[in-house]
């Protein structure tokens, strides 16, 4: 399986640069055909991650001796594990794990403090990345209270070279203060470190990358739907690049015998640009981390979702949106907020649906889709049943932002949790449902109430592990046929534990298409495209609009009032839908480059998908409001020494070329008005 273990104990190891590792008191390396990972007891007993080898480039990233960076750090009123700790020796041992992978697991007892610490890394062929996560169990007699603990803290050696680092934005505050903007900075220009705050309601995606000045980089991720924070520095005195992510607002319990586990997190070497770190990121979390597809074959789906009537929804309105979606190729049809008697009270509304849901159900079905319900599961009104039988379920303080009046139940309140869960196992049932579409404010609430089965103040690690992760597992495991979509008020828990539970997530919320253009491409920097989904509000029904919702990997949800829409506008929206079947599963499964910047609605910009099983490529060109009426396009990825026959949709032209050509040379698009959308699609000859 191209992984392998070696346990060595007392040795230095030799570095594959002009470096040396430190000296280390006890040692093991974990490795497979891409990378090998050394973690260490140094003669102190602190335990690091003392190298980190990428072996293509031959790149080495060894501790900073000036540095000492311990893996471990738990803060609690009666002690701290850090870099001053030391560790004895328990054991250490190997095993295979699934997706070819290998686990490295090592037990460690720091001196002085009745704990014992698990650390675990794994390694998985033919992917250049260690993913590592550690367990603290109380093994005394008294309660602790765990209060700061961080999920990584490492320190290379910086080799004399200058860093830049790159982050994302999620989608905050109705993307006003955020729409997947990316950010590349240079650490040497810093004051002060960088900060990459994520997790629910925070600001950014949970993903890091570095780039030395030859190109050699790293990329980070970690899983956890809580706020975190990533810390960035880079210390010219020290010579070294540090990294700490650690939990925000942590009152963790910790009670004699049990275990807290922090979240992972994962590592990966890339040799390039941030493409190439966004490639082997998006390779790696596709492969181990994400879950399966609900459907290889048709997915990502062409949905249609009732937003666009809003709360003025009924079963007769419904009926016929459902007629005019089959005839468009609509395959989920979704029936967004509104369809209950409240939130919170998740019953169908009597007045609207007096058929009953499960009847509007069948008949969606009966027209060859499957059938989308809304459910912002953490959400109840003040005045819904459930609250006011329980009106200490709901989460204190309230957010600063409501969901419709509602307010935030608490997920990790173990009565609330239950009934949360309960009542989707229900509502799944009941209505036959086969698509979720969860939304409403921070799946992750602050809760201070001590009347909670959680400790008071750790509303954030409690409400993420114990609360949001540990429902919709639930959930899921009882009912695997039903598909999960993350739609937390937008794309505002863009990280790599959501991926885990999730077939696909929104990026922009209801959006033009300058805007939904702009979410994909900085989203696909991060994550999969498949986590891209998006909302297209339709007031006019044109190529450049459809298209615009078609460059993402996630599925194309239609939100416009259907019985509004003209004879041809259904059968030009049909024709674009049939399109974007084709080449949807290439996108999906395909390299997003990013040929041109951020779309900012005046240039000309150019999205390639590159799907290397296939050995296809798709590029959509839009023509905004440039003047130029051409567009090179230089492509990027293909094999240079295959021949391809390249075909231009709108202009109907078909020339041939090898890939080197249209790598070096590239194809001239005509963009003949502005707001025109070409497709140009290459394919072996």
């Known amino acids: 399986m191209g992984c392998r273990l070696l346990v060595v104990v007392g040795i230095l190891f030799a570095a594959t640069s002009a470096v040396s590792d430190p000296i280390l008191a006890s040692s093991w390396t974990l490795e497979n055909d891409r990378i090998s990972v050394v973690y260490g007891l140094d003669p102190d007993g602190a335990f690091r991650l003392a190298s980190f080898q990428d072996k293509r480039s031959g790149k080495h990233w060894s501790a900073s001796p000036n540095t000492v960076a311990d893996l471990i750090n738990v803060g609690t009123r009666n002690f701290k594990l850090d870099s001053r700790t030391a560790y004895s020796f328990v054991t250490a041992s190997q095993s295979d794990i699934e997706k070819e992978g290998k686990r490295l697991t090592i037990v460690l007892r720091p001196l002085g403090v009745p704990a014992e610490v698990t ?18 169990k109380n093994l005394g007699s008294r309660d602790w209270v765990a209060s700061s603990a961080s999920f990584l803290k490492a320190s290379f050696q910086d080799d004399n070279h200058v860093f830049r680092s790159f982050h994302v934005n999620q989608w905050v505050d109705g993307g006003r203060q955020g729409n997947f903007e990316t950010f590349e900075t240079d650490l040497a220009q810093l004051a002060a470190p960088l900060v990459v705050a994520s997790g629910s309601y925070a600001q950014h995606c949970s993903w890091l990358a570095l780039l030395d000045a030859r190109n050699a980089g790293l990329a980070i991720g970690w899983e956890f739907n809580g706020r975190a924070q990533m810390v960035v520095s880079h210390d010219f005195d020290k010579d070294s690049v540090n990294l700490e992510g650690s939990i925000s607002a942590l009152n963790q319990r910790i009670e004699p015998g049990q275990v807290f586990e922090l979240p992972a997190v994962f590592i990966g070497a890339f040799t390039g640009d941030w493409d190439e770190a966004a490639y ?75 058929s009953g849901m499960r009847a509007l159900s069948d008949y969606v079905h009966a027209r060859g889709m499957k059938f989308g319900l809304h459910f912002p599961l953490t959400q109840a009104d003040p005045n819904s049943p459930i609250l006011r039988r329980n009106p200490n379920w709901s989460a204190f303080p309230r957010a600063r932002e409501g969901f419709f009046d509602a ?43 001590t009347n909670h089965t959680h400790e008071p103040g750790n ?227």
């Open 280 to 354: 082997r990121t998006q390779s790696f979390v596709e492969a181990v981390l994400s879950s399966a597809l609900p459907d290889r074959r048709d997915f990502p789906y062409v949905i249609w979702d009732s937003w666009g009537y809003q709360l003025d929804i009924d079963e007769v309105s419904l009926r016929r949106a459902a007629d005019i979606a089959a005839r468009l190729g609509v395959e989920v049809f979704t029936i967004d907020l509104g369809w209950a008697k409240m939130i919170g009270d998740w019953s169908a509304d009597p007045i609207k649906f007096p």
């Open 407 to 449: 307010v935030a139940l608490c997920p990790a309140h173990e009565p609330a949790k239950q009934w949360i869960i309960a009542e989707a196992l229900r509502l799944i049932q009941e209505y036959n449902v086969d698509w979720i579409l969860q939304d409403g404010v921070n799946m992750v609430p602050e809760c201070t109430r």
């Open 459 to 685: 509303g954030n690690y409690a409400n993420a592990v114990h609360g949001i992760d540990e429902i919709v597992a639930a959930i899921r495991a009882r009912s695997p046929q039903t598909a999960w979509e993350n739609c937390e008020s937008g794309g505002r828990m863009m990280t790599y534990q959501m991926v885990r539970h999730y077939a696909t997530s929104i990026a922009s919320d209801d959006s033009d298409e300058l805007i939904t253009r702009q979410a994909v491409y900085g989203a696909t920097f991060p994550f999969p495209p498949r986590f891209t989904d998006r909302y297209m509000p339709l007031e006019t029904v044109s190529k450049f609009f459809l298209r615009s919702g078609m460059i993402g990997g996630g599925p194309l949800i239609l939100m416009s009032r259907l019985d509004e829409w003209s004879e041809d506008d259904i059968a030009l929206a049909a024709s674009e839908m049939k399109l974007y079947k084709s080449v949807r599963r290439l996108i999906r499964d395909g390299r997003a480059f990013h040929l041109t910047p951020r779309p900012d609605g005046q240039r000309t910009e150019v999205h390639q998908s590159y799907n290397r099983r296939m050995d296809r490529a798709v590029i959509f060109v839009f023509r905004n409001s440039s003047p130029e009426s051409r567009q090179t396009v230089i492509a990027r990825g293909l094999q240079p020494g295959s021949e391809y026959r390249v075909q231009l949709e709108e202009a109907g032209t078909t020339v041939f070329a090898s890939g080197r050509e249209l790598m070096e040379s590239g194809i001239e698009v005509p963009l003949p008005s502005e707001y025109f959308a070409e497709i140009v699609h290459i394919r072996p000859n």
């Open 119 to 136: 650390f675990e890394a794994e390694v998985y062929s033919q992917h250049p990345f260690v993913r590592q996560r550690y367990r603290l």
